[in-house]
């Protein structure tokens, strides 16, 4: 009897569950309906053409077609005719690093709001990490964001990056002295509690260290950039890995070289933050390598041309191409890419170009939508709340004017962006 009740109540139980799925009924708490739009729900699937997705605080509690989703009368309604809808976007590396974000504690919220809507939410990026900055300042920008005062999105961190002891003073860059840096920008490096390492065991200080102030992750060095490059030994490289893999949070590298991509693959990293045109193309036993770490790649193409656009075309030219090329070869090989383009570092923010040259490596557009949703949900290990467009998860959504799949260029058109059901950024057009 008791076993009867309860096969029973489960049919019941997923009759209401199917029912509230499809949207058809029991949305009487939606508060938003986004109505007409086309919904790609993820990168696999068919768009659903003219659909509706309805949002009941944070989450999304239906999504279909106009036909098969009633709205509740009386609730907010953003009008979705001729937009495409996807997953709320992800950047897996950019930076907290200009001097517009000191005092992120202090600065007035508006003024923190607009910059995030300069740099990250107009693009319709909705969760990023941060791949080095002063952990101190960008954990108290994340504090305001999530305390609800100032509209942004989830931002994830590193810290500090870790780099090798007899780096020099400006450790990203090759120009040498603090003041270089600081005239491009950059907030003091004195500021930050940057760990130059020169064994294992002051490495694995500095990542404890960095994972008990909250970060979400390390980030190394492999080989610092430049002319002189300084290398972290392998053993370094590896009890970093250990000591982020130890409390569930992936490694990030800046990989430089050949020698720096293979250290930091052989090590067990989790992404690799950069491609490495300087290493010239990628051959099959680097590829091998990469594909049997399983790490994941960020591609950055559009840096290289940024990082030599005060020098001689022609260079830039060559360096971008290899970095294509890289890309290309990993694709093929089937690794993954998680999207990201180092702005915050960079100052050009507009992702319009990088998009573009993700599709000339061969990208097709579901691959590049992946790289921007489910392949970094999945990667951070946040799969079960974000990436998708689906009942139950958050609501978290990029609105575009036009449609991705017919023009790449698309992507960086935004119309909305809402996150956890709030609208953080509206085009004025
Ligand atoms: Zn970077």
């Known amino acids: 009897m008791r076993r009867t009740l309860l096969i029973l109540s489960v049919v019941i139980l997923s009759g209401v569950l199917g029912t509230r799925a499809l949207g058809q009924s029991l949305n009487t708490n939606a508060q938003l309906a986004l109505v007409g739009g086309s919904i790609y729900a993820s990168p696999t699937e068919e768009p659903i053409r003219n659909g509706v997705i309805l949002i ?47 005092d992120a504690a202090t600065l007035p919220a508006s003024e923190l709001s607009r910059q995030l809507q300069t740099m990250i939410t107009q693009y319709g990026f909705t969760s990023v990490f941060d791949t080095w900055s002063m952990w101190e300042n960008t954990r108290r920008l994340r504090d305001r964001i999530e305390s609800g005062e100032i509209a942004g999105p989830r931002i994830r961190s590193t810290g500090e990056a870790t780099f090798p002891k007899g780096a020099p003073a400006n450790p990203q860059m090759q120009m040498a002295t603090q003041a270089a840096w600081g005239a491009l920008g950059f907030m003091p ?38 002319r002189n490059g300084v290398a972290l030994p392998d ?60 790490v994941a790649l960020i591609p950055t193409l559009t840096l290289w041309r940024y990082e030599l656009r005060h020098e001689g075309i022609s260079l830039a030219d060559g360096l971008e191409a290899t970095a294509v090329g890289q890309l290309r070869a990993w694709v093929l090989a089937r690794g993954e890419v998680l999207f990201g383009t180092d702005v915050g570092y960079m100052t050009a923010y507009d992702p319009t170009e990088e998009y573009a040259l993700m599709a000339e490596a061969g990208m097709t557009f579901p691959q590049i939508l992946a790289s921007l949703t489910t392949a970094p949900a999945e990667r951070f290990g946040a799969s079960k709340q974000l990436g998708r467009v689906a009942p139950g998860v958050a609501a978290d959504l990029t609105i575009l004017r036009n449609d991705p799949s017919k023009d790449i260029r698309a992507l960086a058109a935004v119309q909305y962006t809402i996150r956890d059901g709030k609208v953080i950024y509206r085009s004025s057009r």
């Open 235 to 294: 053993s370094v490289i590896q009890a970093l890995v250990k000591e982020g893999h130890s409390r569930g949070k992936p490694v990030f590298a800046h990989p430089t070289s050949a020698a720096g991509l293979m250290a930091s693959v052989r090590a067990g990293v989790d992404v690799l933050a950069h491609t490495t045109p300087q290493s010239g193309p990628w051959d099959e036993s680097v590829l091998a390598a990469m594909t049997q770490a399983g």
């Open 56 to 102: 009941d605080g944070d989450k999304i509690v239906a999504v279909g077609r106009r036909a098969s989703v009633r709205v509740p009368r009386g609730i907010n309604v953003i009008d979705c005719t001729g937009l495409t809808i996807t997953a709320g976007f992800w950047n897996s590396h950019l930076h907290f690093l200009e001097r517009k974000w000191s």
């Open 189 to 226: 490096l004195e500021r930050m509690q940057i760990p130059r390492v020169a064994d294992a065991s002051e490495a694995i200080e500095a990542a404890r260290k960095l994972l008990d102030q909250g970060t979400d992750g390390l980030k190394l060095y492999a080989v610092t950039p430049g």
